[in-house]
């Protein structure tokens, strides 16, 4: 019997465009087991719907589609509505960042909607909400929909799957750590790499670079600030067993200059980053003459219940040190893994391999509806 699916996706920008790209592939590979109608997809201004449930088309120009020929977005209570009468089981993918949209996630699942997002703010903001949005979910034996959210933490790499497994199992995690923001793994893989340099670079260059190649978000101060690796922390600690209030109650290292932080544009930020780049250089001789380089890691202690996220020291022998890119790399040091960590490595960052993600995350519902 071919399952019958109806589809939401809100949010159509890179990660959206690229998931719209790669679901069709998927619906063109597996309609003889499984026939999937996309039959919303919205952004913050407008949306196309099918009102009569037939699949909307697919196209590479979808978010200009959306913009062009849409109409007014559905309310989060209406979409519910909508989806629900369509009569068959729904997924609501979500490839937005907005914490008002995750905000509902617990009504979306209560609604036996299900969920696939790489949108961190729900999992990583007040710890009721990832109880309520749990606690709403069919992820545990419950009645509500499921929901998976694999690329809020590395984007496509099996990261959330590991732990997951290690924990359900019965494993016993006692230390995560690695670098897990793609921005910051390129900007010290640069400024402070391995093999030496006889004119090293300004910590302020190689934000430049970073930005102009599109690595940082329009505002670097965003990255510098360390919360987006912090909120990463916080989901995997919390998988962990560990009770997390939010991202910011534990301590978190900002990179921004004191008195940069609320200079009014990003354009007055660079500008007046070249001042404090004698500040890093120190700290990078510092370490070099240690024999060691600096990186921008997270890190979690289990058993003393400390998460924290910094610059810290390396050997240059150790793999952390050893990265290349952009690349993320998350060891896991568990009981059964002893001293030998579990490692997981690659592009953890992208619109590609986030998309894939979540796909993933969808193709694990469907696997899932009966």
Known sequence: MVKDIKVAIIGVGGVGKAFVSQLYNYIEKNASTVSISVVYIGRSSSALISTDYSPLRLTPF??????????????????????????????????????????????????????????????????????????????????????????????????????????DTGDEITKVEGVFSGTMSFLFNEFAPVVGSESPKAFSDVVKVAKDAGYTEPDPRDDLNGLDVARKLTILARLSGLSIASPTSFPVESLIPKPLESVATPKEFMDGLPTYDSDM????????????????????????????????????????????GSDNIIAFYTKRYGDRALIIQGAGAGAEVTAMGVLSDVIKIIARIK
Not at 281 to 306: M, Q, T, W, Y
């Open 62 to 167: 979808v978010a200009e589609e959306v913009d062009k020929t849409g109409t007014d977005p559905l309310s989060i209570p209406d979409l519910i509505k909508f989806l629900k009468a369509s009569g068959s089981e729904t997924i609501l993918v979500d490839n937005t960042s907005s914490i008002e949209l995750a905000n509902t996630y617990p009504d979306i699942l209560s609604a036996g909607i299900h969920i696939a997002t790489p949108n961190k703010k729900g999992f990583s903001s007040e710890e009721k909400l990832w109880n309520d949005i749990f606690a709403a979910s069919g992820n545990n034996g419950g009645k509500g929909g499921y929901v998976f959210h694999e690329a809020t933490v590395g984007a496509g790499l099996p990261v959330l799957s590991t732990i997951r497994d290690l924990v």
């Open 281 to 324: 250089g120190l700290i990078s001789n510092e370490a070099r003459g240690e024999g060691k380089v600096i990186r921008f890691v997270g890190s979690i202690d289990v058993p003393s219940k400390a998460v924290k996220v910094g610059l810290e020291k390396f050997e240059y022998s150790h793999p952390i040190a050893g990265l290349k």
